[in-house]
């Protein structure tokens, strides 16, 4: 019996402590302890971000209790839904804060998009509204190395799950981008290098450069669609559509965005530019819209889910839309196997494994990967390293819980 933290944790005989990183009571971490239960092993030992952030536990203190063990896992789990944790990110991030920028790759952090440390620990997180990503994604970055360099200092038997530089390059879609072109995935085609769109001049330029019209514009450390436009313009007549889940608020002539949670149409310029020179000023990655396959008149995706290094479970979401997130109530099926030809979930899966390679630190994330209309192509276009939360599936009648419990006992 070991005490951590005013609470007592029993191992079983011979099994090593698993911590978790996580929002304690958030269904990611109810969903793992189930797994755990059900498998008879002792319950993940939860460290909460905001304890972690604000620093009232140290992770060297609990991993001390553990010295002598063979081995300790360590999960670090997604930090969202939690608004507490949200505003200490973004004030580690902040430009008079100091921090280990080892992770972040993404340049300086100009004081149009950046706030101060106090600032951020006050602000009212209006719900939707998205707050200074590109801060956040420095605070996240920042907060991964603190824990690498913490952890590696103590010099014990570590093992992480998935390992904090693995976790903090798949959130930026740019260095993803670059990674698994690197690591020769086919990627969608970049209408300029990666970092030189800076506004919707800068964007326009480049379709006129490139031909190319019809564009994905993402925040590059976006996730959930959040900061997604699905972008056209037709050549001859200039005209436009923006396709997005952000809505645009102005107050006192400044102007917020909203992730919407649903998907809006925009055609007038003025709306356009405002958001994409947003997006742009946070941080953008910008690649070739590519056609999707469909089945049943819907376009599809593939949630892939990747443990070991084994492709495991798949889902497949519908669409009307072009931007197939689940949580934009988009349809979800879970016999992606009976669905899609042999040929198709086999290039798929090939792909998944093909582009966690690229992360020799990780042990599972979920890819998303689009197959292309006609070609049969298929593409890697989103690494989440929190991509398990995938109700309903199952592999080897396991859910994704439970499975990547039981891969990471394995001895192999
Ligand atoms: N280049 C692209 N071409 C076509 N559809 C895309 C492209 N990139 C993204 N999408 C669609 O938009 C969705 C959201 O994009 P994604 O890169 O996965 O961002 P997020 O991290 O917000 O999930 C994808 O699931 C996919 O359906
Ligand atoms: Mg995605």
Aim: glycine share 8%.
């Amino acid at each position: 019996m070991i005490e951590v933290m005013g609470r007592y944790f029993a191992n079983g005989a011979g099994e090593n402590p698993f911590l978790l990183i996580g929002n304690p009571a958030n269904k990611r971490t109810l969903g793992l302890q189930a797994a755990r239960s059900k498998l008879g092993l002792a319950p993940a030992i939860e460290l909460s971000y905001e304890q972690l952030l604000k620093r009232t536990i140290y992770i060297q203190d609990v991993l001390r209790t553990f010295a002598g063990f063979e081995e300790i896992i360590i999960l670090i789990d997604a930090p969202g839904e939690d608004k507490a944790v949200e505003r200490e990110l973004i004030a580690w991030g902040a430009p008079d804060q100091s921090g280990d920028d080892v992770f972040w790759s993404a340049g300086s952090l100009p004081d149009s998009i950046s706030i101060a440390a106090e600032e951020a620990r006050g602000l009212p997180l209006e719900h939707g509204r998205i707050y200074y990503p590109a801060q956040w994604y420095r605070g996240y970055c920042r907060f991964l190395a603190a824990v690498h360099r913490e952890v590696k200092a103590l010099k014990m038997a570590v093992r992480w799950v998935n390992s904090p530089g693995s976790i903090a390059s798949m959130f930026d879609k740019r260095s993803c981008w670059q990674l698994l072109s690197r690591h020769g995935l086919l990627m969608p085609a970049l209408p300029a290098p990666s970092g030189t769109i800076g506004s919707y001049d800068s964007l326009q330029a480049a379709i006129a450069a490139s031909g190319m019209n019809r564009l994905f514009i993402k925040l590059a450390c976006g996730s959930g669609a959040a900061g997604v436009i699905a972008y056209q313009i037709n050549p001859r007549t200039g005209e436009e559509l923006a396709v997005t889940t952000i809505g645009i608020e102005e107050r006192a002539g400044s102007y917020s965005f909203y992730n919407t949670g649903l998907l809006r149409r925009y055609s007038e310029r003025s709306d356009i530019r405002r958001m994409i020179d947003w997006v742009c000023s946070e941080g953008a990655h910008i690649e070739r819209w590519i056609e999707k396959d469909s089945i049943f008149s819907k376009s599809f995706d593939v949630r892939q889910l990747v443990v070991k290094g084994q492709a495991c479970h798949t889902v497949l979401r519908l669409s009307r839309t072009s931007i197939i997130n689940l949580h934009l109530r988009n349809e979800r099926r879970t016999d992606a196997d009976q669905l899609l030809s042999a040929e198709v979930m086999q290039a798929v899966k090939h792909t998944a494994e093909a582009a966690l390679r690229a992360f020799p630190g990780s042990f599972a994330a979920g890819v998303d990967v689009l197959v292309h209309r006609g070609s049969g192509r298929t593409y890697a276009i989103d690494i989440n390293p929190f991509g398990d939360l995938l109700y309903g599936a199952e592999y080897e009648g396991m859910n994704t819980h439970e499975w990547q419990m039981r891969q990471l006992l394995r001895k192999d």
